[in-house]
T-cell receptor, first 116, second 116 residues
Framework: AQTVTQSQPEMSVQEAETVTLSCTYD???????LFWYKQPPSRQMILVIR??????QNATENRFSVNFQKAAKSFSLKISDSQLGDAAMYFC?????????????FGQGTILTVHP | DAGVIQSPRHEVTEMGQEVTLRCKPI?????LFWYRQTMMRGLELLIY????????DSGMPEDRFSAKMPNASFSTLKIQPSEPRDSAVYFC??????????????FGAGTRLSVL
């Protein structure tokens, strides 16, 4: 079974600084999808960014970017120019695709605190 | 669209009672997922449907849990009888598995269930 590991239970960053959240995963698949979701105190899960494994180019969404290292099975999230509204729990998630298309496996999450 | 709508937002019940959680997916979405979030186990996929048909219920913890999707716009997750260890936040998510939709799952706000 696939596993997703987030080794940082908590991280903190100063406003306007940059922070990187780590994620590793285990899979024998060659084509799959990776996601970062944000869960603020409101509890709503919000998609931050998505990466397709067959694409070598790292995904970016405004201040959010990923460092996807397929051989190392690593998928880290970089948040630039951190804002107070970025404070949340961040989850890394894996989707094997194929017959398991849409079946997400989540990491344990990283709590991000942003200091003013 | 209003997004994925879950009800109730909070539910408090006594052990042994029947609990029904409700979900209205985003109109036009053909996949629906039920997740459970606890501190100990994180986010777990319980069951998911494609075109109203259950595809994978391997995450359903035991026979006390059941889920139905009688039509494309409504799903229920029922626990009967409920136990204190069922206390958790239950999320519903929906997705459109067309290429253009990029298999992104959209989550509801969740139902916080407390079983006393």
């Amino acid at each position: 079974a696939q596993t997703v590991t987030q080794s940082q239970p908590e991280m903190s960053v100063q406003e306007a600084e940059t922070v990187t959240l780590s994620c590793t995963y285990d899979t024998s698949e060659s084509d799959y999808y990776l996601f970062w979701y944000k869960q603020p105190p409101s509890r709503q899960m919000i998609l931050v960014i998505r990466q397709e494994a067959y694409k070598q180019q790292n995904a970016t969404e405004n201040r959010f970017s990923v460092n996807f290292q397929k051989a190392a099975k690593s998928f880290s999230l970089k948040i630039s120019d951190s804002q107070l509204g970025d404070a949340a729990m961040y989850f890394c998630a894996y989707d094997a695709g194929g017959t398991s298309y849409g079946k997400l496996t989540f990491g344990q999450g990283t709590i991000l605190t942003v200091h003013p | 669209d209003a997004g994925v709508i879950q009800s109730p937002r909070h539910e408090v019940t006594e052990m042994g009672q029947e609990v029904t959680l409700r979900c209205k997916p985003i109109s036009g979405h053909d996949y629906l997922f039920w997740y459970r979030q606890t501190m100990m186990r994180g986010l777990e996929l319980l069951i998911y449907f494609n075109n109203n048909v259950p595809i994978d219920d391997s995450g359903m913890p035991e026979d006390r849990f059941s889920a139905k999707m009688p039509n494309a716009s409504f799903s229920t997750l029922k626990i009967q009888p409920s136990e204190p260890r069922d206390s958790a936040v239950y999320f519903c998510a929906s997705s459109l598995m067309a290429a253009v939709a990029k298999n992104i799952q959209y989550f509801g706000a969740g139902t916080r269930l407390s079983v006393l």
